[in-house]
């Protein structure tokens, strides 16, 4: 039933099919596959954003743009995978939420320790002084 629901079919078109035995018509179980240039495609964007990494490392970026952009690259594959590869985006909203939203919830929380650790060492800094 689960399977039926998560391959776009509705609790009531769901329903609908067991009711029909009366008619004496055998259902099969209803499968979808997805389309093979579907996965075609993905594999193109991954391929493409896995360049675009190795370029940033081929190009000499330094500092916060290096790792925004590695990040950035990596999370939009890591999206990708899990959203075609996984199934995820065929999912229930509330089984995607249950994956997508802690790692959400951990780049925000890293982020604002990002900002308490500069505001911590501008602290340190103008009471304690720059050191020895």
């Not at 982020?111 to 050191?131: I, P, S, V």
Request: net charge negative.
């Amino acid at each position: 039933m689960a399977e039926a629901t998560a391959n776009g079919l509705g609790q009531h078109a769901l329903h609908a099919a067991h009711e029909a035995p009366s008619t004496g018509i055998i259902h099969a179980e209803v499968h979808q596959e997805h389309p093979i240039k579907l996965y075609l495609v993905v594999w193109a964007w991954l391929f493409i954003l896995s360049t675009c990494s190795y370029l940033v490392d081929y190009f000499g970026l330094h500092g916060y743009l290096r790792w925004s952009l590695i990040l950035i690259f990596m999370i939009l594959k890591a999206g990708l995978i899990v959203a075609v590869f996984m199934h995820m985006a065929w999912e229930r909203l509330a089984l995607a939420y249950a994956i997508i939203l802690p790692p959400i919830l951990v780049l925000v929380f890293v982020t604002m320790m990002l900002f308490e650790a500069d505001y911590t060492l501008l602290t340190r800094l103008a009471f304690f002084g720059a050191g020895p």
